[in-house]
């Protein structure tokens, strides 16, 4: 599934090159919208446009190898430039630290605050894609749902009829049934799990409209602090059900056999779909996470603006687009299996509440996919005007504060 922009930029020294042009393989395959300039390197000189794609993406990764830092001093120096556009711009920055990088004692101070963010450390190529699956956590982007052919049929066809003729037919046409009847009941319970995840999140968006109405009209502390506190009662039995689906309803595995691999093929997925399917689940847990922390740090930071409902309303509604777009993937990779596969979906389905209604089981992949691409748009526009909201209550925050300072600074002469 295609889409236009970029979503994660990769900043990186001439020396860490291969990894980096690695990591961004890997995020590529993932289905990321990676922005991997090679073209400023060959050219040696600083590309200003690179600063405006740095301003659109979500994410920022800064390959850092030994002595990565070292020429910052220097207010030109491309990296540093980059960096300090990433900060400003308040983007999520994972620094990658390869062997031998240690953070300089001091940097200038438009790029400081960068050893404070989260950091991965990989601990040499035999754990990289384990580094990878976390720097993949820390992410705010979402990777496409794919939904690919792979294989040219003909040669799966083939596969499939050589195992079959050393097996069996009929046991080879089992073995077919039986693994996507059990991918398929696999997947129909993570998105009955996504479906209570729903649940709480409206949940949440209710309770706390609920909460904020009260707030702006409540004048006496103690009713204040009362309200405050049935909220935050409130947010820990959502947290305690988040937690329950988490261990009750884990990531699933999809153990493939060989055979199983070519059958897949032949129903036109990979193995790496399916993995790419978990991936997108344990995003919906921490999206889930995330809404619940920035909405118990409001209650107890007591930071409520006029602006607060729409803030807690933009992000639930860019979580239900999501769940969208991942639901009609789940449609697309269903149609693609024998109707025999379908038992337990058609058992959950009638108890899904969340989901959008009446979508056959029996489209075009395009179709499919062009429901997602709807859905991702719609997940993007919302996130754009939370990110552009939470930039206007900060720019308001500062302004206060200067003001504060420059009455405080007057006060002081006065005296």
């Known amino acids: ?17 291969d990894t980096a042009n690695l990591v961004a393989e890997k995020l590529r395959n993932a289905g990321y919208r990676v922005f991997f300039d090679v073209d400023t390197l060959t050219a040696g000189k600083f590309n200003e446009q690179l600063l405006e794609v740095i301003r659109h993406c979500k994410d920022f990764i800064i390959v850092l190898p030994k002595d990565g830092l070292d020429r910052c001093d220097d207010p030109e120096d491309w990296i540093r430039r980059e960096v300090a556009c990433a900060i400003e711009n308040r983007k999520n920055i994972v ?23 989260q950091a991965i450390t990989p601990a040499g190529h035999a754990y990289f894609d384990m580094a990878v699956e976390r720097l993949k956590s820390y992410l705010k982007s979402k990777p496409s749902i794919p939904i690919k052919n792979w294989m040219t049929k003909a040669a799966i066809v083939m596969a499939l009829l050589l195992t079959f003729v050393g097996i069996g037919y009929g046991v ?11 991918i398929a009941t696999k997947q129909a319970n993570v998105m009955g799990t996504v479906d209570l995840l729903c649940d709480v999140c409206q949940d949440l968006a209710e309770n706390s409209n609920k909460f904020l109405s009260a707030i702006e009209k409540v004048k006496d502390e103690e009713e204040k602090e009362d309200i405050e506190k049935e909220m935050l009662s409130t947010l820990k039995k959502l947290e305690k059900e988040v937690d329950k689906y988490k261990s009750t309803y884990p990531i699933p595995e999809f153990n493939i056999s060989s055979t199983g691999k070519y059958v897949l093929a032949y129903y036109g997925i990979q193995e790496e779909e399916l993995d790419a399917f978990a991936i997108y689940y344990v995003t919906l847990y921490d999206d889930m996470d995330d809404m619940l922390g920035q909405v118990r740090e ?15 309303t933009l992000r639930v509604n860019s979580f239900k687009y999501f769940v969208d777009a991942y639901y009609y993937a789940y449609m697309g990779y269903l149609s693609l299996f024998p109707k025999s596969a379908r038992k337990t979906h058609n058992e959950f389905a009638k108890k899904w509440k969340n989901f959008p209604n009446g979508v056959p089981l029996d489209l075009p992949q395009e179709e499919y996919e062009q429901f997602q691409e709807k859905e991702l748009y719609l997940y993007q526009e919302e996130m754009n005007r939370y990110e552009a909201q939470v930039n206007y209550e900060d720019r308001k925050l500062n302004e206060l504060e200067n003001q504060l300072d420059e009455l405080e600074q007057k006060v002081n002469e006065n005296l």
């Not at 620094?95 to 963010?117: H, R």
């Not at 080879?172 to 693994?179: P, Q, R, S, Y």
């Not at 409001?298 to 602006?307: A, G, I, L, P």
């Open 298 to 312: 409001m209650v107890e930071k007591n930071d409520y603006s006029v602006n607060s409902k729409e803030l807690v």
């Open 172 to 182: 080879g046409l089992h073995i077919a049934n039986v693994t996507c009847e059990e």
């Open 1 to 17: 599934m295609k889409r236009k922009g970029y979503d994660i930029f990769i900043s990186y020294r001439r020396t860490a090159y």
């Open 95 to 117: 620094p990658i630290m390869l062997t031998g990088f240690e953070w300089p004692k001091e940097l200038p101070s438009d790029i400081a605050d960068l050893p404070y963010y």
